[in-house]
């Protein structure tokens, strides 16, 4: 099995530690333009900070990757709850909610960076706000990385310090923590807003048809391209409607010396997102069956996808993958130089869910001038209209934590449209699925995503990373990371695939 490069594993050595700075620099800019002006009330309390120090151990794409121990320990802390006095969409009046013993700290642990923050915010505003009526105070515990989150929650899941609230992930990956008992049933906040979402809307959100989550955020689409209109314009360039037009696109980025003609970071889990486009726009009913065994990773559609991204990387259209890639980087939290590069029209295209929007909108990019989408071309037209949805930032309570009773609480409010519609604010960009909210509150790319899915008969599957049990898919997205930096060693790495693969299935029969 061949190494990596020196400095693909020099990359993922110091990624954690380099990430969490990324981390700081985003959130400081992200809070700016996130927040109004704010009036403070503080609190001196003690909060429990879990501390991570990084190991390194060898993954099964043999690139040296950060896993983390954390350590909480219990200091001292001031915390400042900040009440906001902007006009609402919807009118809160969170009277009605139960006012606890005394002051609840509900550590809300994620892997969005500055995008907990909003959450916490939507429980201060209101007459009375969430947060006056029930003395519970949200309190973001944000992780730099997803494997970093992951590795802190397991360190506690199984304990009294399990958090009461976190984010996490449908399909497989819900599965694997619900048969663990680590996630609270939530049938009763799904009963009581069942009239505020469409039906169907709890099934994503559902193992074996009980919900343990709620939707943090709107089902979120991919297989859309992000581009610059204004480079688009200047370069003469229009929209592609075929693949041949979209290569041909990326080509002319290319020979125009734009940095990254398509951008990726090609960082940890970002290595699915080609993976599962390039499947599904072949054959989604292969793809289904991949997802659960029934095919193999050396079939030929996989070998087929993989083949085409090899093309891909070799003709340069992804750029300089090193740079691109640098430690730390991901689409969320986004690399520090994005805006700048997406700006000065050193990115041409990106494909990503369509969340990237908020990133967009937080770094001040006006929808339709700076930015815009389309629909990638389908790699074979015969599939037809086929989209990749991801129900996104799924919320789940900690079944072991004492705190839930209050997380159950936060999470009744949370699913009200009126809190919702407090969120289409605080999330910048992001849309909300509770259907009492007015159409013309929503962002103007969802709804221009909406009117496009209105037309025509589309196809849904779900996302690879929830699809497929995360034993498979993390170690393959790190594989597909190393096919970026190693075009060369395409044979191996589809063999380390179906190894892998081949293995979990083996032992856990579908």
Not at 18 to 45: C, D, E, F, H, K
Not at 440 to 446: A, G, N
């Amino acid at each position: 099995m061949s190494s990596e490069p020196k400095k693909v594993d020099r990359r993922k050595f110091i990624y954690a530690g380099l990430g969490a700075v990324a981390l700081i620099a985003i959130g400081a800019a992200a809070y700016v333009a996130m927040n109004p002006p704010v009036v403070t009330q503080t609190v001196t309390t003690s909060t429990t900070v879990p501390t991570t120090s990084v190991v390194t151990t060898t993954s099964v794409a043999t690139t040296t990757v950060p896993t983390t121990s954390v350590v909480t320990t219990t200091v001292p802390t001031t915390s400042v709850i900040t009440a906001t006095t902007p006009q609402l969409l919807l009118p809160i009046n969170a009277s009605k909610y139960k006012k606890a013993p005394s002051h609840v700290i509900l550590d809300f642990y994620n892997d969005k960076g500055p995008m907990g923050s909003p959450y916490r915010q939507v429980a201060l505003v209101g007459n009375p706000s969430f947060t006056e009526a029930t003395d519970i105070e949200i309190n973001p515990v944000s992780f730099s990385t997803t494997d970093v989150f992951q590795a802190a929650f397991y360190q506690v899941a199984d304990t009294d310090k399990e958090p009461p609230i976190f984010n996490w992930w449908v399909g497989q990956q819900l599965r694997t923590i619900v048969k663990r008992g680590l996630c609270a049933d939530l049938t009763s906040i799904w009963d009581a807003h069942k009239d505020e979402y469409s039906s169907g809307e709890m099934n994503p959100f559902s193992v074996d048809g009980v919900p343990y989550a709620i939707p943090g955020a709107p089902m979120a689409y991919w297989g859309v391209i992000w581009y610059r209109p204004q480079l688009f314009k200047q370069l003469g360039l229009k929209v592609p409607t075929t693949w041949d037009e979209f290569m041909s696109t990326a080509r002319a980025l290319k020979a125009a010396k734009v940095t990254f003609p398509i951008y990726c970071p090609f960082v940890e889990w970002t290595g699915f997102i080609w993976l599962q486009e390039l499947i599904v726009d072949q054959d989604p009913d292969f793809y289904e069956r991949l997802c659960v065994g029934k095919q193999k990773f050396t079939d030929d559609v996989v070998v087929n996808a993989l083949k085409v991204f090899q093309g891909m990387v070799k003709e340069g259209l992804f750029g300089d993958v090193a740079t691109g890639a640098a430690p730390g980087y991901s689409f969320y939290p986004p690399p520090p130089p994005l805006a700048g590069w997406w700006k000065n029209n050193q990115i041409g295209m990106i494909l990503c869910g369509d969340w990237i929007n908020t990133v967009f909108t937080q770094a001040g990019f006006k929808p339709f001038d700076d930015f815009d989408f389309f629909v990638l071309p389908k790699l074979k037209p015969s599939v037809g209209q086929v989209l990749i949805t991801e129900p996104d930032r799924p919320l789940c309570i900690g079944a072991h934590s004492p705190k839930k009773e209050w997380a159950f609480e936060f999470y009744d409010f949370l699913m009200t449209p009126e809190a919702q519609a407090e969120l289409l604010i605080r999330l910048q960009g992001l849309a909300s699925d509770n259907i009492k909210i007015p159409r013309e509150f929503q962002p103007v790319m969802k709804r221009k995503l909406y009117d496009i899915l209105a037309q025509g008969k589309w196809r849904f599957e779900l996302r690879i990373w929830e699809a497929l049990p995360p034993e498979i898919i993390i170690p393959v997205s790190t594989l597909m990371d190393k096919l970026a930096f190693n075009p060369d060693q395409l044979d191996s790495i589809i063999k380390e695939m179906d190894t892998v693969a081949t293995k979990y299935w083996s032992e856990h029969p579908s």
